[in-house]
Structures are given as C-alpha cells and as structure tokens.
C-alpha cells in the first residue's frame, strides 16, 4: 500500500503537543520523515517518544528568530484576555508568535523547496469565528490565515 507522504519531510513547530503533535503523528503513519519543535524540551523528548519513529526533535521557539534557522512550519500560542483588559505585552506576545514567527520560519524555509511542495498553516477556527476572551488570538489566527491565501511565491 502507497503512502501519500513516502519520501517527504516535513518540519512541524510547536508539535510537542496538541494539534501539531497530531499533525506529526499523522504525517508519519502516511511516510514522511518528521522533524517537530517545542521550546520545552522534556515535552519535546515525550513527543518524540510518543510519535516513536521517523521523527526527529529540534529544541527551539519560534518568536526567537534566532532559532528560525532550525524550524520551520506554523506554531501558536493561546492567552485569554478580554477586549477591555488587552494589554501591550498580551498582543505583542501573540502576535509575535502566531504571525511574525510563522512568517519568518516559512520565509527561512523557502530556500528548501527546490522543486515545490505545500506549506502547511495551521490556524484556527477562530479566525472566521468570534471566541469570547480571544480576540487577540483570532486577529492572529486571521493574519495566519490571510497569510496562507496570499502568500503564493511565484
């Protein structure tokens, strides 16, 4: 039986947990070799283990751009504030890692796609649909979004 990923790679950021660690579990039982990042490294050590093989660890955090040299792909991160009670720290936080992150991280890995290949973005549901206590998180989660149906590179 073919698998639809035999023979790709794919770099998964923040996949020591949640629906990139299932992204990665996925992407490995349909053949690919996966690379995944987390910035804590004993979640990430779990990950690995739990994915089992075809999967290698990459320490790393993706609002540190200093890092996008070994990641690559789409990473989030949730914090509840109502509209009100938003602060600077709250939406630079955010938005660092949900939009400036993921630009950057598939901007470094442009260079790989020689041949082409998709780039996955995930974002949310709530970037199409209003979620009390996350409108910060969705205005993220909508450039992501925006991002992925505009970001063609010809």
Known sequence: MSKKLE???AVITGA???IGLATARQFVA???HVFITGRRQGELDEAV???G???????????NLGDLDRLF?????LA?????SIGEEHFDRLFTINVKGLLFTVQKALPLFMTGGPIILNASVASIKGVEACSVY???????????????RS
Do not use: M, W, Y
């Open 73 to 77: 792909a789409n990473a989030g991160f």
């Open 49 to 51: 283990r739990q994915i």
């Open 53 to 63: 093989k075809h999967v290698t660890g990459v320490p790393g955090d993706v609002a």
């Open 138 to 152: 969705s205005a993220s989660r909508a450039a992501v979004r925006s991002l992925a149906r505009c970001g063609r």
């Open 30 to 32: 349909e053949g690919a």
């Open 16 to 18: 020591n947990s949640g």
């Open 80 to 84: 509840l504030a109502p509209l009100g």
């Open 7 to 9: 023979g790709r790679v």
